[in-house]
């Protein structure tokens, strides 16, 4: 059974940077695709970031050029790096991946769960103004 743990969320000021870690168990990671999302206050859950087996990635265009999306396979782990956070950033952030290898969904279109089938109790951010 995969596990997935998210960390690293807390509170940060306006402009402020937090990195979140994913730390995967029960299988590797190295043959998937593993993805981003969040759901704030009131809001339905949304795709954030995801990256492939071969570091390709997509990002959803509220966090382009803010968020980094990487793994490490050795350490089984991913990582999302927010930058200039904002007020609107704040949500519970999860980490997700499917039970399919080499499974890579086309994130630019709207959905709800992109296939992803495992998925992380969630770490919260909270960014102040």
């Known amino acids: 059974q995969v596990q997935l743990v998210e960390s690293g969320g807390g509170l940060v000021q306006a402009g402020g940077s937090l990195r979140l870690s994913c730390a995967a168990s029960g299988r590797a990671l190295s043959s998937y695709v593993m993805g981003w999302f969040r759901q704030a206050p009131g809001k339905e859950r949304e795709f954030v970031a995801a990256i492939s087996w071969s570091a390709g990635t997509n990002y959803a265009d509220s966090v382009k050029g803010r968020f980094t999306i990487s793994r490490d396979n050795a350490k089984n782990t991913a990582y999302l790096q927010m930058n200039s956070l904002k007020p609107e950033d704040t949500a519970v952030y999860y980490c997700?991946?499917?039970?399919?290898?080499?499974?890579?969904?086309?994130?630019?279109?709207?959905?709800?769960?992109?296939?992803?089938?495992?998925w992380g109790k969630g770490t919260l951010v909270t960014v102040s103004s």
């Open positions: 997700a991946t499917p039970s399919s290898r080499y499974y890579y969904p086309d994130f630019t279109l709207p959905a709800r769960n992109y296939g992803m089938d495992y």
